[in-house]
């Protein structure tokens, strides 16, 4: 008796151990539907795609993906360019580093990129920053819509859109936390990169710029895509804003890397 009652208790136990188990299983995989933003793919053996995406639900989430070699697949290689906006739905597990996406579809066809050289070039280049600095990222609502609005915006325009790349890595800097406080500018003070801080003092370290370069800093950060037709940049007026850009990107984003895309888009815009 008492031999039978001990085996009862015990698979009693493994069953609610089973059941517990499921339970928590179910907690960290579900279907998701979310809007999406490519970053980045890669190849992965001799049909598939991994791919890095901003999600609208989750933020940064990578994913495997089959292409399957026949036309008539649902999912197609096509849909993962540079910035390609995506309606997903996809098996979500939250202990899994590669995700599977079961359907999905364009969001919203470009309607002038893919045709025009230097706005292909512009997306190509701003996958690969954005790619950088937005690892880790977790979900957040207003850098997705800030990333997806600028993109349309990008692809409407008809001209005047030579400073895209700056104007948009300027104001990026207020979702991912480094945006200066404007408020502190005036004439005659340096910027510190390090602490993203408008000071009357030269810091201690080499991370700053000078009133002059501070005061184009200044204005930068007040240009929108609506404006900054207006404000008259030159080539170098132009590699020179990028390059602090990135130098103050470094300086807050750990492991960014040289952008191997900047120099084509500088030869393509003339800059």
């Known amino acids: 008796m008492k031999v039978s009652f001990l085996l009862r208790s015990f698979a009693l136990l ?38 890095d995406m901003l999600t609208e639900q989750e933020g940064r989430v990578s994913f495997i993906v089959h292409i399957p070699k026949t036309a008539k697949g649902k999912i197609k290689k096509q849909y993962f360019q540079p910035l390609t906006l995506l309606d997903l739905v996809f098996d979500y597990r939250q202990r899994v580093s590669l995700q599977r996406i079961k359907d999905v579809r364009i969001l919203h066809p470009y309607g002038s990129i893919p045709f025009d050289p230097v706005k292909s070039a512009i997306l190509l280049f701003l996958s690969e920053f954005l790619y950088h600095v937005t690892r880790g990222e977790q979900r957040n609502a207003g850098l997705y819509n800030y990333v997806k609005a600028s993109v349309e915006w990008l692809d409407e325009a008809k001209q005047g859109y030579a400073s895209f790349h700056l104007v948009f890595m300027m104001r990026l800097s207020r979702f991912i936390g480094f945006f200066p406080n404007l408020e502190a500018y005036r004439p005659g003070v340096c910027f510190d990169l390090r602490n993203a801080a408008f000071t009357d003092r030269i810091p201690l370290h080499p991370d700053y710029l000078l009133p002059a370069e501070a005061a184009n800093m200044g204005q930068l950060m007040r240009m929108n895509y609506e404006n900054m037709r207006l404000f008259h940049l030159s080539r170098d007026d132009r590699n020179r804003i990028s390059d602090i850009i990135l130098h103050y990107y470094r300086i807050h984003v750990p492991d960014m890397p040289e952008l191997k895309s900047l120099q084509v888009l500088r030869e393509l815009f003339g800059q």
């Open 14 to 51: 493994l069953h609610k151990a089973s059941c517990t188990r499921q339970a928590l299983s179910d907690c960290f995989n579900m279907i998701l539907k979310s809007k999406a933003i490519v970053l980045r793919s890669l190849k992965f053996g001799d049909a598939s795609l991994i791919i």
